[in-house]
């Protein structure tokens, strides 16, 4: 489609699909400005009145059951405003991208920048506080929080959930889809893992039985002093005080823990079995640089795209034992894999840093200097025997600490 002389915010505001959207912008004289920056070259991707209906209790739908007068909008309770702020954010990609680009590209850059994701500290005596300014100098600091995009059965999906319904709207500023979901500014690793327990629920027992848990989490505990127990707070997205260092992280599913068979699972956590479990971790675990499939950020934050096919040595948190990872963009195909194994789902955002998810086994490493990967030797088919999993690790476990692997005070 040929640019119009309409802005972002005049072809949301025209159209009948985008009329919830259109009003909370309408409320906000910043948000306004941004979606009718001339100077700007932005893909917006705006999410239907339809979309905004699958939130509970949200009444700003098409006046369903409220047959009174009054004014909805005002009497529900309202989120803060950096928080909307930041949600809208996250929906604006700092470029034009047309559908075939749409198609070749693995992840996004927003608007929506991410302290958690610099290995910078912000500068000393900077104001959190929201306003244009502070958001130029804060975007000067912090690195673009990303979109996953992929396509599947149903066309373009955002994010693994938000499905782009139609095509590119051009505007003099830009260019308009729609998805069909709400784009929510990613959970931190630790969150995710809790809050998906069909896939993360042995993860996540062992990221707190190890202690690793809480040296995740240390870097944005304290960004804000009242968070609901549980409930992940995206008002600290650009916004809070505390920085994270970014990291790249290898994900192993349930599946892919059960793999490993009965006996070496309940070896590892047992409390024997915890410093070999926590050295096992942290051969998934890199910190200070975020590694997605077509961009990295390196340990210096800087962004440096990625083409082709390319082998990383990343530093892992296994007392510095690197893990080698080759990423493969070609076009609309793209893939990660690790120490040999192909990970089945690529370029799962975080709040600080990017997940790659291992549904097929857990990476085990050698104290030989040898690297891990797929096994297929033990008691059972594909199963790792007890014996094999603490030769491969002993020497890791003895080189580090043992008494390392128990919860962190």
Known sequence: HPPSNKSLYDLISESPHTTILARIVHDDSHLVELLNRTAANLTLFAPTDEAFAKIPHHHHDKHRHDDDDDDDHHHHHQPPRELIRAVLKYHLVSAVYSPAELFHAHTLPTLLTEPQLSPKPPAPGRSSAS??????????????????ISTTL?????????????????????????????????????TLATIVPTQ???LALALHRTGLAARLNHTHAHAHPHPKPGDPDPRSHGTGTGTGQGGTYFLPTNRAFSRLGYKANAFLFSEHGTPYLRALLEYH??????LYSDVEYTTSGEIEAVHGLKHFDLETMLDGRTVGV?????????????????????????RDGVGHVLTRSVIVPRCDGGEGGE????????????????????????????SDGREED
Do not use: C
């Not at 306003?131 to 996953?148: F, I, V, W």
């Not at 603490?390 to 890791?396: C, M």
């Open 131 to 148: 306003s244009p300014q502070n958001d130029e100098e804060r975007r000067d600091s912090s690195l673009p929080q990303r979109l996953s």
């Open 154 to 190: 149903h066309g373009p999906t955002l994010n693994h959930y938000s499905r782009i319904l139609a095509t590119e709207k051009r505007a003099a500023n830009g260019a308009l889809y729609t998805i069909d979901a709400i784009l929510l500014p990613p959970p931190s690793l630790l």
């Open 200 to 202: 993360f629920s042995t």
């Open 285 to 290: 675990l890199v910190p200070r640089r975020t």
């Open 326 to 350: 080759e990423v493969a963009n070609l076009g609309p195909w793209g893939g990660v894999t690790v120490s040999g194994v192909r990970v089945g789902v690529r370029d799962l955002v975080v």
């Open 375 to 402: 096994f297929g030797d033990g008691d059972g088919e594909g199963e790792m025997a007890v014996e094999e999993l603490v030769g491969r690790l002993r020497g890791l476990v003895d080189g580090g600490s043992e």
